[in-house]
RNA sequence: GCGGGCGUAGCCAAGAGGUUAAGGCAGUGGAUUGUGGUUCCACCAUUCGUGGGUUCGAGUCCCAUCGUCCGCCCCA
């Protein structure tokens, strides 16, 4: 079979499951909007550059996972592995910071990554992610915490958990980051391969190394938490406070220190234990410092992203979603009534009904059992004779009901059948 | 990147070296030449992801390759 197939780590999005990507990007377009953030589209691909500086070179992203190319004007280009390092971009290049304080920006999208796909992991993924620039209050760390909590519940999705850190000013994560290095170093020898790897270029990381010897060694390591300023530590309470007001749980998670390099302070994660290793749904945190790094002015920020894979196959085990059925399901027979089938049904599309017309000119039993199959509650038989007289022949599904009217009448009473049709379509109720 | 499982029709699947590749769902045609949801009948894989090998004989064994899934790593 020579037949060229998906490249691996991509698939399609068949139409039984865009539904359910269709609900969860209404549902979060409301929830974001009325929390007054506004969508933000960048591009796809961006310089390779902007990915190293932001995200960090000593990260798992930029260090193994990028898909970078050069193009044919011999630039370094990398498909985007996460949303922030664009948004970030997009904000200093087109100076929305200056457009007063606050700028809360939403995206959607296809990210990036070169790793070995699995369940829940693919090397092209969707995230949609939240970024809220211009506060260093602690209601903004809350607030868009809550974002995704809400976003969560309103899913269907209840049983996850909060898992939660601070990880200090960018100061005091360099004094725990020497104090960290100095008590490893005498142990470097007994540290699994990767955590020797990571000692001087990531030090934190080695701390939720899954290597039992590690953990050991990491058990009695100096701990972030004492490295703290006062005004960290304040800070932290805070936003923990208001997640109580919020009555939004947490538990604290002294070892979450997220894979890149630009976080400080909150540092947060929802999983889902169901989910296994893939478990992360939701993650994210305050960076104050990208901005500046990557040749804005200070402006700081809380933001987080939504795997949206991991969601929707979530999703897809506790929510039915009805497939949509159309208003009027158009069947005809013979040469001039399948002409005027066609016109029929463009007439009643342009009146906002939806309508499937069978195209395939078989025994009106089987177009009848289509009909049936579609869903439409209302079926319009057009034959010979009706095709002879301009006349349409309505037939009600379920009770089987038919009346016959003029064309110019039906399209007359577009708004009685209108009527008719959401009664039919209403659910049932006992 | 490392270790392991899997790959038979659109979907779910039986099949364990001997040849007619079960069965179910879906689909198509008919019973019903202009009326559906039930029923009945017929049709629906020259071929088992792909390529090579072993064998008189391979869906079944071996190797490679692609894809997928699980674990590790890491993340969303």
């Known amino acids: 079979m020579d037949f060229i197939q998906a490249s691996r780590g991509t698939r399609d999005i068949l139409p039984d499951e865009t539904l359910y990507w269709q609900h969860v990007e209404a549902v979060a377009r409301q929830i974001l909007q009325r929390a007054a953030y506004r969508e933000i589209r960048t ?5 390779t550059g902007l990915f190293e500086r932001g995200i960090g070179e000593a990260t798992d992203i930029v260090g193994k996972e990028m898909y970078t190319f050069d193009d044919r004007g011999h630039r370094s280009i990398t498909l985007r592995p996460e949303g922030t390092a664009g948004a970030v971009r ?3 290049e087109n100076k929305l910071y200056a457009q007063g304080g606050v700028q809360r920006l939403w995206y959607t999208g296809p990210m990036f990554r070169y790793e070995r796909p699995g369940a829940g992991r693919q090397r092209q993924f969707h995230q949609i992610g939240v970024e809220l620039f211009g506060s260093r209050n602690p209601r903004a760390d809350a607030e868009v915490i ?3 909590a809400d976003l969560l ?6 049983d996850w958990v909060l898992a939660i850190n ?6 005091d994560r360099q004094d725990y980051r020497s104090a960290l290095v100095r008590y490893l170093e005498p142990y470097k020898d007994d540290l699994d391969p990767d955590s020797q790897q990571r000692l001087y270029r990531n030090p934190l990381r080695i701390l939720d190394s899954k290597d039992p010897n590690t953990q050991a060694i990491a058990q009695d390591a100096p701990k972030l938490q004492a490295f703290l300023s006062s005004e960290s530590r304040e800070y932290f309470e805070q936003v923990l406070h208001l997640l109580e007001a919020l009555q939004i749980p947490y538990q604290l998670d002294h070892c979450l220190v997220r894979g890149l390099d630009y976080y400080t302070h909150t540092a947060f994660e929802f999983k889902l234990v169901e989910l296994g290793t893939q478990g992360t749904l939701c993650g994210g945190g305050r960076y104050d410092r990208l901005v500046a790094e990557l040749g804005g002015p200070e402006v700081p920020a809380v933001g987080w ?4 894979e991991r969601l929707i196959s979530l999703l897809q085990g506790r929510l039915d979603l009805d497939p949509v059925s159309p208003d009027v399901y158009l069947v005809a027979r013979g040469q001039v009534a399948e002409e005027q089938s066609l016109t029929l049904a463009r ?3 342009q009146r906002h009904f939806a309508v499937e017309l069978d195209l395939s000119g078989s025994a009106f039993a089987k177009q009848l059992k289509r009909a049936d199959r579609s869903g439409a509650p209302l079926c319009l038989v057009v034959g010979e004779a009706e095709a002879e007289a301009q006349q349409v022949q309505l037939k009600w599904l379920a009770s089987g009901d038919q009346q016959m009217r003029s064309q110019a009448e039906l399209m007359e009473q577009a708004n009685i059948l209108r009527e008719k049709i959401n009664l039919a379509k209403s659910p049932k109720r006992l």
Not at 43 to 47: A, D, K, R, S
């Open 43 to 47: 591009p796809i691909f961006e310089q």
């Open 90 to 92: 997009s904000l200093i």
């Open 146 to 148: 809550a974002l995704a």
């Open 153 to 158: 519940q309103t899913l269907a999705l209840e």
């Open 166 to 171: 601070s990880l200090g000013s960018f100061e």
């Open 305 to 308: 992203a939504i795997g949206l």
């Open 347 to 349: 007439a009643l599309q």
